[in-house]
């Protein structure tokens, strides 16, 4: 382990040497390694978080149609600004597209009430259309919302001319 050298006078006498005294680190080494290795078994690793996705049934040959009574649909924008709207594509204007926010959970009471006044409440369907400037959180809070309120039948997609529209009047 340690050791200090001893050194002959050449008188005869042994004297101590202050200086080299060397420490072998080789067990230390050793014991370092043993400790990494036992808490790398020993360690629960973090499973990582992902969202399930399912995908839609196969295509049955029909079209399916959503009545805008039937769902809603969330336009995310920039720094974490949702807005939502349920009303037919033609009648959509300044006063149809409310603004909502995460806070208080009232993303998840706007579903919640959407869903109940839903005339097939299990054809309910969540449109979510982010905007180029909206934020990758704000699609992920919005995806964490729709597994809270146990929405099932959900969707991303983009915006069109109009709903661009009426988003960069609200955002102005």
């Not at 050793?30 to 400790?35: I, Y």
Request: positive net charge.
């Amino acid at each position: 382990m340690a050791e200090v050298q001893i050194k002959e006078q050449s008188n005869g006498k042994k004297t101590q040497n202050k200086k080299p005294i060397r420490v072998d680190m080789t067990p230390m080494v050793d014991l370092g390694f043993l400790l990494i290795t036992f808490f790398m078994f020993t360690t629960n690793f973090s499973k990582p978080n992902a969202i399930n996705f399912s995908n839609p049934p196969r295509n049955t040959g029909e079209p399916t149609e959503i009545n805008y009574k039937n769902s809603i649909t969330f336009i995310l924008g920039k720094e974490g600004k949702v807005f939502y709207y349920q009303a037919d594509k033609k009648d959509l204007n300044d006063n149809s597209l409310k603004q909502v926010s995460f806070d208080k959970a009232q993303v998840a009471k706007t579903i919640e009430t959407a869903k109940a006044n839903a005339p097939k409440k299990e054809n309910f369907t969540v449109i979510v259309k982010p905007a180029d400037d909206s934020e990758y959180k704000t699609v992920i809070d919005m995806l964490d919302e729709l597994a809270l309120t146990k929405s099932e039948r959900y969707g991303i997609a983009e915006m069109n001319g109009k709903e661009k529209e009426l988003y960069q009047n609200k955002v102005q």
